[in-house]
């Protein structure tokens, strides 16, 4: 069965609006209310057994894609909070403010609810597979994978926003409409426990899931992601309880996880159905597509052992404004003329214009062809946006094998030793680049003499946490995947990375470390709204606050 049928089907199930009661206030969002008649509608309007199971979980992955995709936040957010972008935010591409001088713009609160709105709306869409197919011996497969699409769905969100309603959520068909906030350790004490039970639930003798978007229906590959998830989840734990994380991420080593690109997690989009790339959509929008580039933390650290993802990521553009703003011509990726963009600037004219940045090395073009930033390096647009139903990754084996390895130093027993899995990792992230484009494939002989140049260093602890971590946040940030950057260095304190204090800023001039909940949460289930509150620190819903795990 095609993507694109398979999409298509999402599409009429959301013109029919069967969906899924979940609690009005998770869908009662300010700035972000157009779904509401589709989320709000009566579940019995239609039976469940008029549509197969197996569509609910499409529809799961979509939307999830949509939420750690594009303009939910991750790339207005942390793409720009954990240096793996950075903007000039002027004229029309003004909304860049959120990630790159974390001031605010007209639409920050909506971007913000949009993620809440469709992680939640992916949960529930996942959750209502388990309660109308849970008793179903032969669509266990199908009902095992939507649990670890509601894992990966409710993970995120506690990640980014902290306390939030669990074990009261989805439940708007049971009449509970505010929904108490849980504590952040007990909701993710709970995703570790459903993905427990489910994952010895995968039967490869019984039925597929036959409209899955990432793997086709593999369940062995399914297996491996949901085991990928817990070990990310655990490793969540290890600022607060070191124990915990060390039993949960060994678990998961020994029932199976990513270990090569080939496991990796990604759906591919489909244009003709609509169903694109969130993040290619943006960044071939043509303001953005001038104002994003690369920043100077990510370049000068690849630059720094010459790293060959360099020269296939990123490209110089050709001259002039016009050569900056026309999609389409490929720009110079010699890796030696590469150029990060510092953070924190603008075009405006005053202080922080660009011109005015440490070590500027001047623009292209003359006159009314000038581009001031022309010779800053951005995505290279043959890997990243040659059309928008590229490849979007979900989860990838580099991404699990770092995580291993810091699991390793650590002392920890996933198997093999830090240096292995560090290796297999850098390794993974290299070839997953040729999943958005064949441009981006690096010889193979290329990746073993990096690798061998470049071993992790073992020396101590200390610097074998280091340098795992600096390239997990590297290795994420070229897949796109900006939240996962963000979230490990939250919980590593990997790279180091020096703040902006940009005139105006919401966060005091630190580097924001969660989402301000909706604004419609306050007003719709406010006293839940308040206790949930508590799980902060400090308890007061701002940027600079921390969540549970990151205290």
Not at 52 to 63: E, G, P, R, V, W
Not at 144 to 149: E, G, P, Q
Not at 166 to 190: F, N, R
Not at 465 to 485: H, P, V, Y
Request: hydrophobic share 40%; charged share 15%.
């Amino acid at each position: 069965m095609s993507a694109g049928f398979e999409l298509h089907i999402i599409k009429l199930i959301n013109m029919k609006r069967i969906l899924l009661p979940i609690s009005a206030a998770i869908v009662i969002l300010s700035g972000c209310t157009k779904d509401f008649e589709a989320l709000n509608t009566n579940p019995l309007a239609a039976s469940p057994a008029s549509f197969d199971a197996n569509f609910f979980l499409s529809n799961a992955q979509n939307t999830y894609k949509e939420a750690i995709g594009g303009y939910a936040g991750p790339i207005l957010f942390q793409s720009g909070w954990v240096q793996i972008f950075s903007s000039t935010t002027s004229g029309a591409a003004n909304y860049y403010s959120n990630m790159d001088k974390y001031v605010q713009s007209s639409n920050t609160n909506s971007y913000t609810a949009n993620s809440w709105g469709s992680c939640f709306r992916a949960a529930s869409l996942a959750q209502q597979v388990v309660k109308d197919f849970g008793a179903d011996a032969e669509k266990v497969n199908t009902v095992s994978a939507a649990i670890v699409m509601k894992a990966l769905s409710m993970q995120y969100a506690t990640d980014i926003y902290g306390d939030l309603p669990y074990s009261e959520a989805l439940k708007g068909d049971e009449g509970i409409s505010q929904p108490k906030y849980d504590k952040q350790e007990a909701v993710m004490k709970g995703l570790l426990t459903e993905l427990d039970a489910a994952l010895t639930k995968f039967n490869a003798a019984k039925a597929k899931p036959s409209a899955d978007l990432f793997y086709g229906g593999d369940v062995a590959k399914w297996k491996k992601l949901g085991y990928s998830v817990m070990l990310r989840i655990a490793m969540r734990f290890t600022k607060r309880d070191a124990a915990f994380a060390k039993s949960w991420a060994e678990k998961a080593f020994a029932g199976g996880v990513m270990m090569t690109a080939a496991d990796d997690a990604f759906l591919k989009g489909s244009i003709a159905t609509g169903y694109t790339n969130p993040n290619a959509r943006a960044l071939d929008i043509p303001a953005d597509f001038y104002s994003v580039r690369w920043s100077k933390t990510l370049i000068d650290y690849l630059k720094a052992t010459n790293d060959p993802r360099l020269g296939v990521v990123a490209e110089v553009p050709p001259a002039g404004l016009a050569g900056n703003t026309t999609f389409g011509p490929a720009g110079d990726n010699t890796p030696d003329n590469q150029l990060g963009q510092p953070n924190g600037f603008d075009l405006n004219g005053g202080a922080t214009d660009i011109t005015k940045a440490p070590g500027y090395p001047g623009g292209t073009g003359t006159g009314g062809d000038l581009s001031p930033i022309g010779k800053y390096s951005r995505p290279r647009t043959s890997v990243y946006t040659p059309n928008r139903d590229v490849a979007f990754f979900i989860m990838t084996a580099a991404e699990t094998s770092l995580l291993l390895a810091e699991a390793a130093a650590r002392g920890w027993s996933v198997g093999g030793n830090a240096a292995t899995h560090y290796a297999n990792g850098v390794k993974a992230g290299m070839q997953s680049l040729a999943t958005f484009s064949a441009t981006g494939t690096i010889a193979a002989g290329a990746i073993d003499s990096y690798i061998a140049a470049n071993p992790l260093n073992t020396s101590s602890q200390a610097a074998s946490l280091k340098q795992i971590n600096e390239q997990f946040w590297a290795t994420t940030g070229m897949l796109l995947n900006f939240s996962e950057s963000w979230s490990n260095w939250r919980r590593s304190g990997f790279p180091a990375l020096t703040p902006i204090n940009y005139t105006g800023n919401f966060s005091g001039g630190a580097i924001p470390r969660r989402q301000i909940y909706p604004t419609g949460e306050a007003s719709v289930n406010g006293d839940n709204y308040k206790a949930g509150l508590s799980g902060l620190a400090p308890a007061t819903d701002n940027w600079a606050s921390r969540v549970w795990w990151d205290n």
